[in-house]
Nanobody, 122 residues
Framework: QVRVVESGGGLVRAGGSLRLSCAASGSIFSINIMGWYRQAPGKQRELVAYITESNYTNYADSVKGRFTISRDNAKNTVYLQMNSLKPEDTAVYYC????????????????WGQGTQVTVSS
């Protein structure tokens, strides 16, 4: 019922920038939290940043000052602007839509995208 699709990944040199986008579609009434996670090879998935409906944001220490998360509630879309990229930022980036309320149900659910690869070369 809900589809979450990321875009914007790619290959970039260290110091460069990328902008990720994530759009959630379906019969959505509201999305409480939208966030970005990443998983590097051989590592666990980790939180990068999240943003609430009221635009409260939180960032992992490793990306503070370099990444900026934003959202468009009307479009159910979240963005991640990544600047000053480092090789250690290389990972698959996943979008998460948390506590999604559908128009047909008041029970919230969480949804994940399929991920988009970000590779930063040194």
């Amino acid at each position: 019922q809900v589809r979450v699709v990321e875009s914007g990944g790619g290959l970039v040199r260290a110091g460069g920038s990328l902008r990720l986008s994530c759009a959630a579609s379906g019969s959505i009434f509201s999305i409480n939290i939208m966030g970005w996670y990443r998983q590097a090879p051989g590592k666990q998935r980790e939180l990068v940043a999240y943003i609430t409906e009221s635009n409260y944001t939180n960032y992992a220490d490793s990306v503070k000052g370099r990444f900026t998360i934003s959202r468009d509630n009307a479009k159910n879309t979240v963005y991640l602007q990544m600047n000053s990229l480092k090789p250690e930022d290389t990972a698959v980036y996943y979008c998460n839509a948390e506590r999604v309320v559908l128009t047909s149900s008041l029970v919230p659910h969480d949804y994940w995208g399929q991920g988009t690869q970000v590779t930063v070369s040194s």
